[in-house]
């Protein structure tokens, strides 16, 4: 990891604006995203995290294909890059305090699934000694959706309110997702399968994200980006509107002020490539061509 970060720094230029309150990143291969994931990890400093992930279709095969639910899991602590990642109380407390049709507990689901601790050591780099409340997003209807997130925003308000901290500073909401998976692998070429095909494709990920994504966070919006995604293969097509429904619930109880999308940057698996890093450990689980690619973003939210 330290050798990605090394070199991260060596070729970053990107500053963002600081104080941002949540985020949505990526989760494919380091080699493919660890520059889009840098501009936001690099920023985030607080002592608790919560990050809303996928349930992967291989994931859902394993555990009976749960829906209308958020899976938590059991375990003490999560692996880090040098030590344990500690499991936020806020964790047991949504437990507690959940109804418990809303939910199921899943260690087995979350060993599986690999959208939420991909998110981990790029955040224990930046921050050494943090807590993390890990929250699997399984398919569901918008009403559903509403139904979960406005009692779990209750449970996180209480939680913020009792501990004293400070949102966006102390504590904050990371989404985990990737784009458009484009290519005959995934039966997805509405466009086809040459350059000028991947140029629409992409110009199609940028406008979802531009008209539902970014801006002014509104109901109205989330729901229409849960509408267009019926037809598209974006693995985050759940995590995303319910981190985002969490997050406008949330803020409405802490200063009802207007929370704000910006993208700070988007790439794809075919348009760069690899990172040219050899001899790091790790490599790329799936190729990148025309025929197979997957686009991936970082976008931040203020308040």
Known sequence: MRKIIEYLQSVDSMNIEPGFIAAISPHDDYLY???VYFPVMKNIYVDEVIIFGVTHSTVRKEINNPLGKIILDDY???KGLTSDVQISPLRDLIK???DTSFFIIS???HMLEHSIESQIPFLNYFN?????????VTEMDFHRMKEITKELSEILFDYIKYKNLEFGKNILILISSDANHYGNDFNNTPFGEDEGSHTKAIGEDLRIIRDYLEGPLEEEKIQNFMAEMKNMVWCGKYSIPFGMLTLKNLTNKINNKVVIGKLVSYSDTYSNGVLPLKKIGIGTTAPFSLKHWVG???LVFYN
């Open 296 to 298: 991936f973003f970082t």
């Open 33 to 35: 995203t660890a520059s």
């Open 128 to 136: 050494r000694n943090f807590k993390i409340t890990p929250i699997m």
């Open 76 to 78: 003490d602590n999560w």
């Open 96 to 98: 507690s305090k959940l």
């Open 107 to 109: 260690n087995k689901a």
